[in-house]
Protein backbone atom coordinates (compact mmCIF):
# COMPACT_ATOMS: atom_id res chain seq x y z
CA UNK A 1 0.00 0.00 0.00
CA UNK A 2 1.36 3.55 -1.51
CA UNK A 3 1.96 5.67 1.70
CA UNK A 4 2.91 8.95 2.05
CA UNK A 5 3.98 11.23 5.64
CA UNK A 6 4.32 15.15 5.13
CA UNK A 7 5.59 16.78 7.88
CA UNK A 8 7.59 19.79 8.50
CA UNK A 9 4.78 22.65 8.32
CA UNK A 10 4.27 25.44 10.58
CA UNK A 11 3.79 29.18 11.26
CA UNK A 12 6.61 31.42 9.58
CA UNK A 13 7.08 35.26 9.21
CA UNK A 14 7.46 37.05 5.17
CA UNK A 15 10.78 36.29 4.37
CA UNK A 16 11.20 33.23 6.52
CA UNK A 17 11.91 29.41 5.44
CA UNK A 18 10.73 26.74 6.04
CA UNK A 19 11.46 22.73 4.92
CA UNK A 20 8.75 20.24 4.43
CA UNK A 21 9.46 16.39 4.17
CA UNK A 22 7.66 13.63 2.73
CA UNK A 23 8.30 9.74 4.09
CA UNK A 24 7.16 7.30 1.70
CA UNK A 25 6.85 3.81 1.69
CA UNK A 26 4.43 0.59 -0.30
CA UNK A 27 6.60 1.22 -3.43
CA UNK A 28 9.91 1.31 -5.35
CA UNK A 29 10.60 4.97 -4.40
CA UNK A 30 14.06 5.66 -6.17
CA UNK A 31 11.83 4.29 -9.44
CA UNK A 32 8.92 7.23 -9.56
CA UNK A 33 9.22 11.06 -9.50
CA UNK A 34 7.47 12.68 -6.61
CA UNK A 35 5.53 15.94 -6.55
CA UNK A 36 4.37 18.68 -3.76
CA UNK A 37 1.36 19.98 -4.14
CA UNK A 38 -0.56 22.63 -1.44
CA UNK A 39 -3.95 23.78 -1.24
CA UNK A 40 -5.78 27.02 -0.30
CA UNK A 41 -9.09 28.03 0.25
CA UNK A 42 -9.19 30.70 -2.19
CA UNK A 43 -6.92 29.02 -4.83
CA UNK A 44 -7.64 25.74 -4.67
CA UNK A 45 -5.27 22.75 -5.23
CA UNK A 46 -2.23 23.70 -7.24
CA UNK A 47 1.01 21.27 -8.19
CA UNK A 48 4.39 23.10 -6.47
CA UNK A 49 7.07 21.46 -7.77
CA UNK A 50 7.99 17.73 -8.93
CA UNK A 51 11.31 16.01 -9.39
CA UNK A 52 12.02 12.61 -11.39
CA UNK A 53 13.65 9.74 -9.91
CA UNK A 54 16.93 10.38 -10.49
CA UNK A 55 16.98 14.25 -9.53
CA UNK A 56 18.39 15.13 -12.81
CA UNK A 57 15.22 17.05 -13.50
CA UNK A 58 12.48 19.32 -11.45
CA UNK A 59 9.36 21.83 -12.13
CA UNK A 60 8.45 24.70 -10.29
CA UNK A 61 4.83 26.41 -9.68
CA UNK A 62 5.73 30.35 -11.20
CA UNK A 63 4.36 31.07 -8.31
CA UNK A 64 7.30 29.63 -6.18
CA UNK A 65 9.89 29.43 -8.70
CA UNK A 66 13.56 31.00 -7.48
CA UNK A 67 12.45 30.81 -3.76
CA UNK A 68 11.12 26.88 -3.54
CA UNK A 69 13.98 23.52 -3.85
CA UNK A 70 12.25 19.90 -4.20
CA UNK A 71 15.45 17.34 -3.63
CA UNK A 72 15.40 13.69 -2.58
CA UNK A 73 17.01 11.22 -0.65
CA UNK A 74 16.48 7.52 -2.04
CA UNK A 75 18.51 6.26 0.26
CA UNK A 76 15.92 6.91 2.93
CA UNK A 77 12.92 7.71 1.04
CA UNK A 78 12.54 11.19 1.63
CA UNK A 79 11.51 13.86 -0.29
CA UNK A 80 12.08 17.48 0.66
CA UNK A 81 10.49 20.92 -0.21
CA UNK A 82 12.76 23.76 1.00
CA UNK A 83 10.96 27.19 0.78
CA UNK A 84 12.39 30.43 1.55
CA UNK A 85 11.11 33.70 0.76
CA UNK A 86 8.34 33.03 2.16
CA UNK A 87 5.37 34.83 1.44
CA UNK A 88 1.82 34.91 2.80
CA UNK A 89 0.06 33.87 -0.14
CA UNK A 90 2.35 30.49 0.27
CA UNK A 91 -0.09 29.87 3.21
CA UNK A 92 -1.46 26.51 2.43
CA UNK A 93 -1.63 22.70 3.29
CA UNK A 94 1.28 21.10 1.39
CA UNK A 95 1.17 17.14 0.27
CA UNK A 96 3.16 15.45 -1.60
CA UNK A 97 2.53 12.46 -3.78
CA UNK A 98 4.21 9.94 -6.00
CA UNK A 99 4.25 10.83 -9.58
CA UNK A 100 5.39 13.78 -11.67
CA UNK A 101 2.60 15.85 -12.22
CA UNK A 102 2.52 19.83 -13.60
CA UNK A 103 0.73 22.30 -14.92
CA UNK A 104 -3.05 22.64 -14.15
CA UNK A 105 -4.40 20.51 -11.17
CA UNK A 106 -6.19 17.32 -12.54
CA UNK A 107 -8.79 16.35 -10.05
CA UNK A 108 -9.74 13.09 -12.24
CA UNK A 109 -6.27 11.28 -11.93
CA UNK A 110 -6.00 8.86 -8.95
CA UNK A 111 -3.22 10.46 -6.67
CA UNK A 112 -1.43 9.26 -3.00
CA UNK A 113 -1.63 12.41 -0.94
CA UNK A 114 -0.77 12.03 2.66
CA UNK A 115 -2.55 14.06 5.34
CA UNK A 116 -0.95 17.37 4.57
CA UNK A 117 1.15 19.56 6.79
CA UNK A 118 -0.05 22.79 7.47
CA UNK A 119 1.91 26.14 6.60
CA UNK A 120 0.93 29.67 8.02
CA UNK A 121 3.27 32.02 6.82
CA UNK A 122 2.23 35.27 9.04
CA UNK A 123 3.67 38.42 11.02
Known amino acids: EVQVVESGGGLAQPGGSLRLSCAAS????????MTWGRQTPGKGFEYVAAINAQSTFRMYADSVEGRFTISRDNAKNLVYLQMNDLKPEDTAVYYC????????????????WGQGTQVTVSS
Open 26 to 33: GFAFSTYA
Open 97 to 112: TKGFYSGEYDSTLAYS
